[in-house]
């Protein structure tokens, strides 16, 4: 589960330039029309102004045919971490540059500030064998933009939505009087879906975690506890016959991620990679001569 996140396809990134497109009026740009010729041809540089780690210059590379008679030549590839350098080369018509500038400048700066984000937080674990993970806190309508982000950042995609992994939540156990009978025939039943990519359950004591053990689960969710509660919880999972992974969530910060992952547990998931990223400041300059 922490392969490069491979679902961001042409279409996809075809159909978002498109959006952002017409938003920004259907590529009538008055002011170049007004004073760059028509057939006027340039190189520009796409550069990142201070540091940062690369991402989103491959997924719009494959879609750069929205826009006419465009090409890009990468030099620094998506998941580097660079500083002040040119990270890409923006080749064609000065009208069609001037288009879309700003929207290939926002997509950069966004998604970089993804990745950058997520760079902290995995380089703050190092060597402990934690790994960060996403959430399905993203912007709307751009999961999957969010998600390549954070591969990009050495992060580990989380499930990308509701269909492809079951995750049973508080909400879900509320009411439950025998956890452990309901949510098993539960997961009878969803195990059917030969596809999910796992299972998980979310627990947030440790009476909980024992119910939940003995249970055929791939990922058990351990909710917003205590240091304490953790290196409890790795102990009990060690000890029992199943060895699910152990997931830490809930309130994660850069000041706390390493103590976390010290606890012992597999992964731990972090909203704050999409909802908490800066951008990262990113520019498109002529080349003189």
């Not at 709307?140 to 990308?160: E, I, N, Q």
């Not at 909980?208 to 351990?222: N, R, Y």
């Amino acid at each position: 589960m922490n392969e490069k996140f491979n679902l961001m396809t042409d279409e996809y990134m075809r159909t978002l330039l498109r959006r952002c497109v017409e938003e920004d009026g259907r590529s009538r740009d008055v002011t170049s029309e007004s004073i760059v010729y028509a057939q006027s041809k340039e190189i520009f540089a796409i550069n990142i102004r201070g540091g940062g780690t690369i991402a989103g210059l491959n997924p719009i590379a494959m879609a750069l045919d929205v826009f006419d008679d465009l090409s890009l030549e990468i030099l620094h590839a998506d998941g580097e971490h660079v500083q002040d350098k040119n990270i890409a080369l923006l080749k064609g018509e000065v009208r069609a540059i001037l288009v879309a500038e700003r929207i290939i400048l926002n997509i950069l700066g966004y998604a970089s500030g993804i990745a950058t984000q997520t760079k902290l937080f995995v380089d703050a674990v190092e060597g402990t064998g934690c790994k960060i993970c996403d959430t399905r806190k993203t912007t709307p309508g751009l999961r999957l933009l969010d998600k390549y982000a954070v591969s990009c950042g050495g992060g580990t995609s989380h499930r990308m939505g509701l269909h492809d992994a079951a995750l049973y939540k508080d909400n879900h156990l509320a009411g439950m009087e025998d956890i452990a009978g309901e949510l098993g025939a539960a997961i009878s039943r969803v195990r059917e879906h030969s596809e999910l990519r796992f299972i998980e359950v979310e627990v947030d004591s440790i009476e909980q975690l024992e119910q939940v053990l003995p249970l055929p689960v791939d990922i058990i969710l351990l909710d917003n506890m205590s240091l304490e509660m953790l290196r409890e919880a790795v102990v009990l999972r060690d000890a029992s016959q199943t060895s699910p992974l152990l997931e830490a969530s809930g309130g994660v910060t850069l000041e706390t991620v390493r103590e976390i992952a010290e606890t012992g547990v597999d992964r731990i998931s972090i909203g704050g990679l999409v909802h908490q990223s800066t951008w990262v400041d990113i520019g498109l300059d002529a080349i003189d001569g």
